[in-house]
């Protein structure tokens, strides 16, 4: 299976590329995976909602703000029709 990422891609669209074990396409991906199952938490006193993560993600390396790397680097500008046409040369 291939997948295009590039540097919008992240959170679930990170997990599920490598959830599949599929090949990357195009630029590296955000990196918002690391902590994952976010949660509202209101500061009593204040009122402040902050976001907590309940869950960290071990890759064996960091990958937040960092982003995962990719298979094949593709212009940002490739069509996806233009890659689906070669879809054989990047298997």
Known sequence: MLVLV???????GESSAQGLGARLLGSPTTG???YGNIVPYVLP????????PTKH????????????????????????AAVASEFESFV
């Open 57 to 80: 993600n071990d890759y064996g390396r960091p990958v937040e703000s960092v982003g995962f790397p990719v298979d094949v680097t593709l212009d940002d500008d490739v069509p996806a």
């Open 32 to 34: 918002m995976i690391e």
């Open 45 to 52: 006193d204040c009122g402040l909602v902050i976001s907590l």
């Open 6 to 12: 590039d540097g919008r891609t992240r959170s679930f």
